[in-house]
T-cell receptor, first 112, second 112 residues
């Protein structure tokens, strides 16, 4: 039973435009959410996170939005760059329990 | 300097063999993890160790035995390898009770 879902396996965006990656979760105990970026043959690298007490967190070109009532979060990348092409994983945890539950990932392709 | 390193990067072996994967982190973290990424690309927690003590074991077969000689190292030993063990194994580390985890580059295990 997947508690964290990324329903879009892939997304293609033109360079300079906005990329929006979505993530849904079912476990209402989750209180902290993270996005990781993964290049082929490398480990996931931490990108940005958000606590459930917030609804938005911004870091440069990356913004994460959290809608607790809908159990939905999204990652916005503006403007998108070809170097952003990677697989993006959404992850969630509860009570700093140290266990991350990951979504299945979305492959983002940014075309020059 | 690599923050979280794993050896070997690739491992090809026969069914029934025993193998080990090593992980080291130089971030000073006190918690380390093993994740498995299966053929469907889902990342799932296997084990979590805090200060050399096991704190999470997510119903992993007892053929898998993690060993932590000190808080900077968490090795994974697998007995009697099966075809289904073929996957990418990622080591990660973090501070205890902190959500952000830092991942190694992965070990690609292929069991023939």
């Amino acid at each position: 039973d997947q508690q964290v879902k990324q329903n879009s396996p892939s997304l293609s965006v033109q360079e300079g435009r906005i990329s929006i990656l979505n993530c849904d979760y079912t476990n209402s105990m989750f209180d902290y959410f993270l996005w990781y970026k993964k290049y082929p043959a490398e480990g996931p690298t931490f990108l940005i996170s958000i606590s459930s007490i917030k609804d938005k967190n911004e870091d440069g070109r990356f913004t994460v939005f959290l809608n607790k009532s809908a159990k939905h979060l999204s990652l916005h990348i503006v403007p998108s760059q070809p170097g952003d092409s990677a697989v993006y994983f959404c992850a969630a945890t509860s009570n700093a329990g140290n266990m991350l539950t990951f979504g299945g990932g979305t492959r983002l392709m940014v075309k020059p | 300097d690599t923050a979280v390193s794993q050896t070997p990067k690739y491992l090809v072996t026969q069914m029934g063999n025993d193998k080990s994967i090593k992980c080291e982190q130089n971030l000073g973290h006190d918690t380390m993890y093993w994740y498995k990424q299966d053929s469907k690309k889902f990342l799932k927690i296997m084990f979590s160790y805090n200060n050399k003590e096991l704190i999470i074991n997510e119903t992993v077969p007892n053929r898998f035995s993690p060993k932590s000689p000190d808080k900077a190292h968490l090795n994974l030993h697998i007995n009697s390898l099966e075809l289904g063990d073929s996957a990418v194994y990622f080591c990660a580390s973090s501070w205890d009770r902190e959500e952000t985890q830092y991942f190694g580059p992965g070990t690609r295990l292929l069991v023939l």
